[in-house]
């Protein structure tokens, strides 16, 4: 990550020589454990069929070992069989099976032997070694890595929960890896609003309770503010159903359907969400694609109407569904999206291969890191005041990666401004990365939307004097965005 624009900020990390600046670097001289470096073991979708041939290729393989030292008579046959079955691990765990692992399964685990700096969520971690036997996984600067990274929220597919609506789905298994993408990216979001950017999961319980209160919220019942049961509910405008799978331009829609249906439910005091939702699209409201722009009034507007006119700005989620080429990622947005993890408003990305989205938190050089739900855990309902709630299916230590190019181009980007003053910030290097982007930005930043001329136009006629700020050098660009 490097030749990408840098800032200072005052917040501080949990760690004494850490800040949450973007521009910091942690550098030290402890080493890890090995926890940092051991791959978990989890169920993956990606592709969707390869996890379960996977498991069960690996299950038959030790349970002839396993049944042939039940059976055996002989202390010369029990120990023989150990062996081999101690000799097969170690075969299936070596670089080279896990080399084979990594291209059935699509995916990664661990950083690379690369010393660059990991961005993570606006954090940068610099690999220091100290000596050049030293592995990078082994550094102080991975293990506070890796301790935000196993701090963030995870959501996984769960099972065994109350059957949706009117439905018989008590599981999301196969076709809710988007919903519980986006659920991980909206918990960032209350996780930086209410515990801060420095916040880590503490070692002991009991918890805190605004910790415990979010994990409440997105619990998998209609009691729940977030769960997949409401989400579902608020979605269908967007044809969200039980079995269906959703992309990311309808998921940010409904997130922003279901943030009004709270704010009218409950009095501003009783507020389970406590931010504005604005989502960023392109001309006329993304029915007809466009390269988004994002409009200071507009987001204004929505922070006036949040907070019913009690304030000028209140805290703000913006969500940019983008669309960012064919069957993958044009790379020439390629390092425009690993530069949004150096915001420090960054809340990630709801990305990942076609038909399998993930929650992409941090990159490094040309990977990205990602929290994985297509892993099947029990549903779980945390409750507001149980304080000594076991949260450990909300987190995950394996550090997993994939090559930016190869994720799905139909994206969307996260962030969360706190203030007017951070609004501001994000907006300046929002703009100045579209600057620098020669004429394909993400998106823009615009003061005002302008009305169309009387008796409308052809997008194509007008499509660069439609907001104010935009550049002539991004005509060139728009062919190549869809409809979201």
């Given at each position: 990550m490097k030749n990408i624009h840098e800032r200072t900020d005052s917040s501080k990390n949990s760690y004494t020589s850490s800040t949450d600046s973007p521009d910091h670097r942690i550098c030290g001289s402890s080493s890890s454990s090995s926890n940092y470096s051991e791959a978990g073991s989890s169920t993956h979708k990606s592709p969707k069929s390869s996890s379960s041939l996977w498991s069960g290729f690996l299950g038959s393989a030790f349970s002839v070992f396993d049944t042939q030292k039940k059976d055996s008579n002989t202390t010369t046959t029990t120990t023989r069989t150990h062996g081999w079955t101690a000799a097969v691990k170690r075969v299936m765990n070596g670089g080279s099976m896990r080399r084979i692992q990594e291209r059935v399964l699509g995916y990664k685990t661990n950083v690379s032997n690369s010393i660059s700096d990991i961005w993570l969520l606006g954090v940068c971690y610099k690999i220091c070694l100290q000596d050049p036997s030293q592995e990078p996984v082994h550094t102080y600067g991975y293990a506070a890595f890796s301790h935000d990274f196993s701090s963030r929220i995870l959501m996984t597919y769960r099972k065994g929960f109350v059957a949706i609506g009117d439905s018989k789905y008590t599981s999301d298994v196969n076709?809710?890896?988007?919903?519980?993408?986006?659920?991980?990216?909206?918990?960032?979001?209350?996780?930086?609003?209410?515990?801060?950017?420095?916040?880590?999961?503490?070692?002991?319980?009991?918890?805190?309770?605004?910790?415990?209160?979010?994990?409440?919220?997105?619990?998998?019942?209609?009691?729940?503010?977030?769960?997949?049961?409401?989400?579902?509910q608020s979605g269908e405008g967007y044809a969200l159903a039980p079995g269906s799978w959703v992309g990311p331009y309808a998921m940010s829609r409904t997130w922003e359907t279901l943030a009004r249906k709270k704010i009218d439910e409950n009095n501003l005091q009783d507020n389970s969400f406590p931010m504005a939702i604005y989502v960023v699209s392109g001309d006329e409201d993304g029915e007809r694609g466009g390269a988004p722009v994002l409009c200071i009034e507009d987001a204004s507007t929505q922070c006036s109407q949040f907070s019913r006119n009690q304030v000028e700005f209140s805290p703000l989620l913006?969500?940019?569904?983008?669309?960012?080429?064919?069957?993958?990622?044009?790379?020439r947005y390629l390092p425009l999206l690993a530069a949004t993890f150096t915001f420090p408003q960054s809340l990630g990305i709801l990305g990942g291969r076609p038909g399998a989205s993930t929650y992409i938190i941090g990159v490094q050089d040309d990977k990205a890191f990602y929290l994985d739900p297509h892993e099947v855990q029990q549903a779980v309902n945390i409750s507001k005041d149980n304080l000594e709630a076991d949260t450990s299916s909300y987190h995950c230590n394996v550090v997993r990666q994939i090559p930016l190019e190869s994720i799905d181009p139909s994206l969307a980007i996260g962030f969360y401004c706190r203030?007017?003053?951070?609004f501001q910030d994000f907006c300046s290097r929002a703009s100045e990365l579209a600057a620098e982007s020669n004429g394909a930005p993400l998106f823009t930043v615009t003061q005002t939307r302008q009305l169309a001329k009387p008796g409308g136009t052809s997008r194509g006629e007008e499509e660069v004097d439609s907001f104010d700020g935009v550049d002539d050098a991004e005509g060139s660009a728009q062919d190549e965005w869809q409809l979201l």
């Open positions: 076709w809710g890896c988007m919903l519980r993408s986006s659920q991980m990216l909206v918990a960032q979001a209350l996780v930086v609003h209410q515990l801060g950017r420095s916040w880590r999961k503490p070692s002991q319980q009991p918890y805190e309770e605004d910790y415990i209160s979010i994990l409440h919220n997105f619990g998998d019942s209609e009691d729940s503010p977030f769960s997949i049961h409401n989400l579902l913006l969500l940019v569904p983008l669309v960012l080429g064919l069957d993958k990622v044009n790379p203030d007017k003053d951070d």
